[in-house]
């Protein structure tokens, strides 16, 4: 084959001649450059050569090719695959950057290096045949390869560079070698089609925004648990678990995950969003908890806490908020290692309904905010339990008793505040310590026993020694007070409630905000039912139907005010009293049936009742007019009335 050479002298340095030789005849060759050493090759571009396929030869003027130039086939849209042979060991930056056709490569084993973007916006790169020997791969790299759907990572890599893969859209499946301790920043993000990603144990570090955008990221492959959270997170979309919702520990799907014993720490969001906890067990020797370790675990039932000292935690460590959201109800068991359940660790997680003290429990402290606004439905704390701090239990809105063990020393401020449901507590004989807002905005708080040698005196509270007087019928929760029954509350689950006649034989009241905001759709009262206290259905939004018994002689201030979709009232025939704001805002009313018992209505008692349109009255005329209706109740008023109605 007749060859013609243009030598071409670039420069001079140092006393080294540097040639540039480039094939110029009509063989279709590429063209080259002759390296520094005089004695090898590297191509340098296209040439004359044509063709889409690119076969880079071993030798060129019999001498070997080493290398592909910076930028050598920089935006050409010809060719289509290359194959580089064993004997080349340097390929440039951007080599085969923006080469819009090139769908295929095979690179020979002599390359140990893939330099920044040498495959960046090829949009047609489906397949690529790394050298076993690679050690390194360039910043972007295979950026914006966007047909990329596998690629296999030799083992021998030890740094892959930020960005390398980010937006290969088509890429499914990514395992990491096992010599790589850095995970980069960008590395696989905008991987969109990405569905599963192995991360070896070598893996210390991840940076970044690492798997940002990887919205097809469902399962993490790992080696080791130990491994895993010694891994550090440079912030939550660097850990492909902020995405993926199942871990999976040397091919096995992990339902029951244990930290291992010789790990004391558990990084910031390690299992962030890991939907296929069913239990989590963190052993003694755990002293530090990072921010949403546990965030997100969706089918979380049971958590197991025997760590002995936990490092202080903040309120934005929300360390288990969200978990168990599918679940029916997350069961903590605190363990025989536990001397505290620590601040905030439950904070903020209404799924956590069940705490259980192993026998033996040596837990001395509830933490600040350990479980404030959580699901808890009843405590009972083990006789190891000294203190409640502040806000231990605050806003547990589903807690109607608690009973303190004789052992609780104090109980700091709003560990029970807020707590709506909450109606009877009772005090231990060793308590020296109560702050005077233990139990602010806990609103239907009605009795404290008190066997403690506290002065304890809260307004609008019953407070005595001995045992609780509260007592439950048939779901309906009763107090004597004062020589006066009261009915607080329901505690099952029915929407429609049938009131009962009577409780112990004797009639008795509705306390006020018995049923306040409750899910309720129906009531019937019987007739054992003399008065309704104030709020006492106050925006139960769902309260369609209203039937008193003819007991009732008392509606109270605000008692059904914002019943939204109660549409027919029928009050009962002895009703004397409705007092101000009763039904205020129950913009679904009709009509409305009263008795001719009534003497006084007071002032808004049916303001804004903008719907009714008839008043049926029980007594005649001359009756309506001696009831005192204090004003506004204009809809009242303006209604069409009936009197001498008897249905």
Not at 25 to 31: H, K, V
Not at 317 to 338: E, L, P, R, W, Y
Not at 352 to 368: D, H
Not at 417 to 433: K, N, Q
Request: hydrophobic share 40%; with cysteine; aromatic share 10%.
């Amino acid at each position: 084959m007749k060859r013609v050479f243009c030598v071409l002298f670039l420069t001079l340095m140092m006393g080294t001649v540097i040639f540039s030789l480039c094939s110029c005849g009509d063989s279709g060759e590429l063209a080259y450059t002759l390296n520094e050493d005089r004695e090898s090759y590297s191509v340098s571009g296209l040439g004359t050569h044509t063709g889409k396929k690119v076969v880079v030869p071993e030798t060129y003027n019999d001498l070997p090719v080493t290398g592909i130039c910076e930028k050598a086939f920089f935006n050409n849209e010809i060719i289509q695959s290359i194959i580089i042979p064993d004997s080349v060991t340097v390929i440039g930056e951007q080599a085969f950057a923006a080469c819009s056709n090139l769908k295929s490569v095979k690179i020979g084993s002599g390359v140990t290096r893939i330099e920044r973007k040498t495959f960046d916006g090829c949009p047609k790169l489906k397949s690529v045949t790394l050298s076993d020997k690679l050690v390194y791969i360039g910043e972007a790299a295979f950026n914006d390869c966007s047909a990329l759907k596998s690629i296999n990572l030799p083992n021998s890599i030890t740094d892959i560079d930020e960005s390398a893969f980010y937006k290969c859209a088509a890429l499914t499946d990514v395992i990491i070698p096992n010599k790589l301790t850095t995970i980069r920043r960008h590395t696989f993000s905008g991987c969109s089609s990405l569905k599963s990603v192995t991360v070896p144990s070598s893996v210390s570090f991840i940076d970044g925004y690492a798997f940002s955008e990887c919205s097809s990221l469902s399962s993490v492959y790992i080696e080791s648990l130990s491994a895993w959270c010694n891994i550090a997170f440079a912030d939550e979309l660097a850990n492909p678990l902020f995405i993926a919702s199942k871990l999976y520990l040397n091919g096995k799907l992990v339902t029951d995950l244990v930290i291992p014993d010789d790990v004391t720490s558990i990084p910031a969001g390690a299992f962030h969003s890991v939907s296929c906890f069913k239990s989590i067990t963190v052993p003694k020797q755990v002293t530090h908890i990072g921010n949403e370790a546990f965030y997100g675990c969706a089918s979380l039932t049971n958590i197991y806490f025997d760590a002995e000292k936990i490092d202080e935690l903040s309120q934005n460590h929300q360390i288990f908020s969200n978990a168990g959201a599918d679940g029916t109800g997350i069961t903590v068991t605190v363990g025989k290692n536990a001397t505290e359940v620590p601040d905030y660790l439950f904070f903020e997680n209404a799924n956590v309904t069940r705490l259980v003290f192993i026998e033996n429990s040596v837990c001395k402290s509830i933490g600040t905010s350990a479980f404030c606004a959580s699901g808890l439905e009843g405590i009972t704390l083990p006789d190891s339990v000294t203190s409640i701090e502040d806000g231990a239990i605050e806003y547990c809105n589903k807690i109607r008793s608690v009973v303190l063990g004789n052992n609780v020393q104090s109980v700091g401020v709003l560990a029970f505040g807020g707590c709506e449901r909450l109606r009877s507590v009772t005090l231990g004989t060793g308590l020296t310590a109560l702050s005077a807002s233990a139990f602010s905005r806990s609103e239907k708080l009605i009795e404290i026993v008190n066997n403690s040698a506290l002065s304890v005196e809260i307004e609008g509270v019953y407070v005595h020694a001995g045992e609780s007087e509260m007592v439950l019928q048939d779901g309906y929760l009763f107090c004597r007070i004062g020589g006066t029954n009261y009915l607080l509350d329901y505690t099952k689950n029915d929407t429609n409630l049938t009131l009962p006649e009577s409780f112990g034989g004797d009639s008795y009241e509705i306390i006020e905000n018995a049923f306040r905001e409750a899910n309720i759709t129906g009531v019937v009262m019987g007739n054992g039912v003399v008065k309704i206290g104030d709020f006492a259905f106050y925006n139960c939004t769902n309260l369609t139907t209203v039937v008193m018994g003819d007991g009732v002689e008392v509606v109270g201030s605000c008692a059904f005010s914002s019943c939204t979709k109660l549409e027919n009232l029928t009050v009962g025939k002895n009703v004397e009293i409705i007092e101000g704001h009763a039904f205020q805002y129950c913009s679904a009313f009709k009509s409305i049936v009263l008795g001719n018992k009534i003497t006084f209505i007071g002032n808004c008692a049916f303001a804004d009742c903008d719907a009714l349109k008839d008043v049926y009255y029980r007594g005649t005329s001359e009756e309506w007019k001696n009831i005192i209706i204090e004003n506004p109740n204009d809809p009242l008023i303006n209604a069409a009335r009936h009197c001498g109605y008897t249905k």
